[in-house]
Nanobody
């Protein structure tokens, strides 16, 4: 299993930006496709974005397309989520996750971080 740790969450006003980071350790990071998920209070965890192990392919939930960008730096064992034009409905705990294999996908993630809180005030 790869160990994951998120950072970069916080409180931001509507329309603002945040960049989340997720540092990986314990296994060869470049063997894993990565993803971001979120869970709002009282709701189920939902897919946000994913990136292939090479970084050449990405997937996004419709709700964040055009506002969020997932990227990775395999030399730094880190995946990022740049979040722009934030809305109150983006408020949630954000989790990064690792999926062994090459392909960006919305399911099949076996390793998870502890999460970082993002709060968007109106």
């Amino acid at each position: 299993q790869v160990q994951l740790g998120e950072s970069g969450g916080g409180l931001v006003q509507t329309g603002g930006s945040l960049r989340l980071s997720c540092a990986a350790s314990g296994r060869t990071f470049s063997n894993y496709a990565m993803g971001w998920f979120r869970q709002a209070p009282g709701k189920e965890r939902e897919f946000v974005a994913a990136i292939s192990r090479s970084g050449g392919s990405t997937l996004y939930a419709d709700s964040v397309k055009g506002r969020f960008t997932i990227s990775r730096d395999n030399a730094k064992n880190t995946v990022y989520l740049q979040m722009n034009s934030l809305k109150p409905e983006d408020t949630a705990v954000y989790y990064c996750a690792a999926r062994y294999g090459a392909v960006a996908a919305t399911t099949g993630f076996g390793s998870w971080g502890q999460g970082t809180q993002v709060t968007v005030s109106s």
